[in-house]
């Protein structure tokens, strides 16, 4: 009679951060968050909700990256903050560099930054989803 070996089944949990976007030009001055787990996490969306506008022309790139003050557009690039208010995510929005479903390392960062315009006058926050 065989054997069978079984390793014990592994939850994944759904979990979500709300995090103020901030009105900085700076690389990650819009949003920089660290990975809370400490573990690789799978990050499913990230929703900007967009309550004022930007004051002048700006699109913001959001993505995973290596520190805190750097940009990346992975999950949505050049989402523009200034047309309209309103909830805008990663999956319908998410342009040219953006997707879905993107690994986040124990150690790295999401950040939002400035792609274009300036920030002044931009108020809301992000809805980021993931997976541990």
Do not use: W
């Not at 979990?15 to 799978?42: C, F, H, Q, R, W």
């Not at 790139?61 to 750097?70: E, H, I, K, L, P």
């Amino acid at each position: 009679m065989g054997k069978f070996v079984s390793s014990a089944p592994v939850e994944l949990r759904a979990k979500t951060l709300v995090v103020a976007l901030a009105d900085a030009d700076t690389a990650g001055g819009v949003l920089s968050v660290a990975n809370p787990e400490g573990v690789e996490i799978l990050i499913t969306a990230v929703i900007i909700q967009v309550d004022t506008v930007a004051t002048g022309a700006c699109t913001i790139d959001v993505g995973v990256a290596a520190d805190g003050t750097t940009s990346a557009d992975t999950l949505l690039d050049g989402l523009d903050v200034n047309g309209a208010t309103g909830r805008f995510d990663n999956i319908n929005d998410k342009g040219g560099n953006g997707g879905r479903d993107r690994a986040l390392a124990a150690s790295e960062y999401i950040t939002a930054s400035k792609a274009s315009g300036t920030t002044t006058g931009l108020v809301g926050y992000a809805l980021i989803h993931y997976r541990v």
